[in-house]
């Protein structure tokens, strides 16, 4: 059967690429350092894995779907995945993507979801934005491996709870080792601590990098605390400490992935530089419950 190799879950802060090529000149803020090595650090996690696909969970700002027509879980089963949206590239100087689709293990994801009780929706047209194109451009910069995008509504309401981005992460996790083949998968989820933008809290991190609900659920997350975090990740919970917040439900879909399995990887970055960011990763020898 197919194996999950690597389990991954980074932020997709655009502030970070344009660190990166700042420190690329020696000009990027010293609080951003961290974050970047933190990436380079899973970058090599994710080449020492050696993945034949990589499974991307990430979701749309509201670059094509709006309030009025957002699906919950969707795979994307288009032959490429390309993106970001030009105003991504234009406005923050990202690269442009154009990856193949491992258009069989998108199918067995979609049909091990339906088997166990997830309707997933599906699309062959969709544009991949940011929160998919930064993990792979830090990730797997070579672009060589096939990719399956996973769209999750983190943004608008109504959202599910907590637990079933967890349930769901699990299914996933089930369907893709139900694929029948040897083939090794990797998986990158990506989300928010707290976050707030276009608001009055969307510079609260220059004075506050870390929050308290922060602290409270990286401690959590140090734990293995997986019920304590999904206790406080509904909807409402989230978007009280900031509109971005409930980006958090991206590691959520994680630790269900993880199905119990604490992280062998696990750095909070709280700075000026950017908003608090969190980098998680599993080894196989981790996922399979074996110790870090």
């Known amino acids: 059967m197919a194996r999950i190799v690597s389990l991954t879950a980074v932020p997709h802060d655009p502030t970070l690429p344009i660190s990166q090529r700042l420190a690329a000149l020696g000009k990027a803020d010293p609080g951003a350092l961290p974050a970047l090595a933190h990436m380079e650090t899973l970058r090599l996690e994710l080449e020492k894995a050696a993945p034949d696909a990589i499974v991307v969970v990430g979701s749309d700002h509201f670059g094509q779907w709006f309030m009025n027509n957002m699906p919950t879980f969707m795979v994307g089963k288009a032959s490429r995945l390309k ?59 070579q672009g060589d491996l096939p990719v399956v995008p996973l769209f999750i509504n983190l943004l608008a309401p109504p959202v599910p709870p907590g637990w079933r981005y967890r349930q769901v992460g699990n299914i996933v996790a089930e369907a893709i080792e139900d694929d029948g083949s040897d083939k090794r ?52 919970q989230l978007y009280a400490i900031g509109n971005g917040t409930p980006g958090f439900l991206g590691y959520v879909f994680a630790l269900g992935l993880a199905r119990g399995s604490k992280p062998s990887f696990a750095e909070l970055v709280a700075t000026t530089a950017q908003p608090a960011c969190a980098f998680l990763h599993w080894n196989e020898a981790t996922l399979k419950g074996e110790r870090a």
């Not at 998986?187 to 991190?205: C, K, L």
């Open 185 to 236: 998968v990797a998986v990158i989820a990506t989300g928010h601590m707290s976050n707030s933008v276009g608001g009055p809290g969307m510079m609260r991190s220059l004075q506050e990098p870390e929050t308290e609900w922060d602290r409270t659920m990286w401690s959590l997350i140090q734990k293995n605390d997986v019920d304590g975090i999904v206790e406080r990740s509904t909807w409402d």
């Open 83 to 141: 993106g970001p949206f030009p105003a991504e590239t234009g406005s923050w100087g990202l690269k442009e993507s154009d990856l193949p689709i491992d258009g069989a293990l998108a199918r067995k994801i979609l049909k091990g979801g339906l088997e166990r009780g997830v309707d997933f929706s599906y699309s062959d047209e969709f544009i991949a934005d940011h929160s998919f194109t930064i993990p792979l451009d830090f990730l797997r910069p």
